[in-house]
């Protein structure tokens, strides 16, 4: 009697380590799905949205290259993962709206940039010296286009710099010897 309640446990288990990386697998779009998605789309934000995946596939393609040691075919992954990036921000820039009062997609946009960079940097440093320029070029490319992204959404502030903090603004009063003439 004690023992069916365990086959039946037993069972669900099997069943359930079977089915639960089909399941996982689902949620993934292919790089086709994602082609054929981004071709038809009319939104723009679904469209660029749809971008911003295909450039994150492209990215694991890019660091599986690089890691199996086949730096030709990363390098041209790169250009595919700075090409597609940089249509979704062309999407987002045509698409009308503007970043500071709609954020969608500019913000999903940014968070995917600032993410990319980190990943190209920890790709370059497991690279050889001599095969880091073109990680480091996207890196910078990715970079250079994250910081338009956030002007674009924070229109009022100082344009960020490649690195380091934002200086301080000094506010003077008239007639004080740091007054600018």
């Given at each position: 009697?004690?023992r ?17 990386p ?30 911003i ?14 890691s ?11 250009v ?18 503007r ?18 960079v ?62 600018v003439?």
């Amino acid at each position: 009697m004690a023992r069916k309640p365990w086959t039946v446990l037993s069972v669900w288990l099997a069943v359930g380590v079977i089915l639960l990386p089909g399941w996982r697998a689902m949620g993934r779009d292919t790089e086709e799905q994602l082609l054929q998605r981004i071709q038809s789309e009319q939104n723009p934000v679904k469209k660029a949205k749809d971008e911003i995946k295909l450039a994150s596939l492209k990215l694991t393609q890019v660091r599986e290259a690089y890691s199996q040691g086949h730096i030709e075919e990363g390098a041209k992954l790169l250009v595919t993962l700075t090409d597609t990036t940089k249509a979704s921000w062309k999407i987002l820039q045509n698409s009308g709206r503007r970043a500071s009062k709609q954020p969608e997609g500019f913000r999903e946009l940014e968070i995917a940039l600032r993410e990319d960079v980190r990943t190209l940097q920890d790709v370059g440093r497991t690279v050889d010296f001599y095969d880091r320029a073109p990680l480091e070029n996207a890196a910078q490319e990715l970079e250079k286009m994250r910081g338009e992204v956030l002007h674009a959404l924070f229109p009022g502030a100082p344009p960020r710099t490649l690195k380091g903090p934002v200086p301080p603004q000094t506010v003077t009063s008239p007639g004080s010897p740091t007054e600018v003439r």
